[in-house]
């Protein structure tokens, strides 16, 4: 009887450390009002700027870029940044499910 409690014990502790141990993992998205990306090379560059609906275009801060450097504007429902990982997710409708992308490998800034 006592094996078995001990038993029962240790499989509630590795059950509960097995879920807090996930949630300190797990990715952690904070909301942000705009995004923006900026990739250079030697054709100029390109730039991106995802906005939620109350931020314009002058409002968001840009990395240098060439000026023959595209620029798209990109307006969306809701915004989500992890700094951590590089992904950021968006949607353009509350009832949309989020699309995911990743910053890595672009000047990224975000507010």
Do not use: H
Not at 8 to 14: E, G, K, M, N, V
Not at 25 to 39: E, I
Not at 66 to 92: G, H, M, P, Q, W
Request: aromatic content about 14%.
């Amino acid at each position: 009887m006592r094996v078995r409690s001990l038993m029962i014990t240790l499989l509630l502790f590795c059950c509960s450390k097995e879920k807090t141990s996930n949630a300190l993992s797990s990715p952690s998205f904070v909301t942000v009002t705009y995004l923006t990306l900026t990739n250079e090379n030697t054709e100029g560059g390109s730039q991106f700027a995802y906005l939620q609906s109350n931020i314009t275009e002058d409002l968001a801060i840009f990395c240098f870029c060439l000026e023959s450097c595209s620029r798209e504007i990109i307006n969306v429902f809701a915004l989500e940044y992890n700094e951590d990982t590089t992904e950021f997710r968006f949607k353009f409708n509350p009832s949309d499910e989020f699309q995911y992308k990743s910053s890595r490998d672009w000047c990224t800034r975000s507010k």
